[in-house]
């Protein structure tokens, strides 16, 4: 299986983005989706995660900007990003938590909160 993100950029402070990730199976159909990102110099983080049920669970400070969803029919997992701060530049991945137990990831995309 294959993860596959999107929809990174450059954004203005307050700007929004919203990312998709993509499985080439239909992992996302009963696994969890998970985000993390990485910031340069930082360990990788998690940031925010949908369970199989439609729970939502997110890192403190992104709770009311940030918003996890997921299309089972379609195996895509989405981030919405709003309210943009320069400390969320970073490169953001989706995955399981088996994929991170294992330390699978894909290739991530990049997103830049700059003015």
């Known amino acids: 299986v294959q993860l596959v993100e999107s929809g990174g950029g450059l954004v203005q402070p307050g700007g929004s983005l919203r990312l998709s990730c993509a499985a080439s199976?239909?992992?996302?159909?009963?696994?969890?989706a998970v985000w993390y990102r990485q910031a340069p110099g930082k360990k990788r983080e998690w940031v925010a995660g949908?369970?199989?049920?439609?729970?939502?669970y997110y890192k403190e400070s992104v709770k009311g900007r940030f918003t996890v969803s997921r299309d089972s029919a379609r195996n895509t997992a989405y981030l919405q990003m709003s309210s943009l701060k320069p400390d969320d530049t970073a490169v953001y991945y989706c995955?399981?938590?088996?994929?991170?137990?294992?330390?699978?990831w894909g290739q991530g995309t990049q997103v830049t909160v700059s003015s």
């Open positions: 199976g239909s992992i996302f159909r009963v696994n969890d």
């Open positions: 949908i369970d199989i049920g439609g729970n939502t």
């Open positions: 995955n399981t938590p088996a994929r991170v137990q294992s330390d699978y």
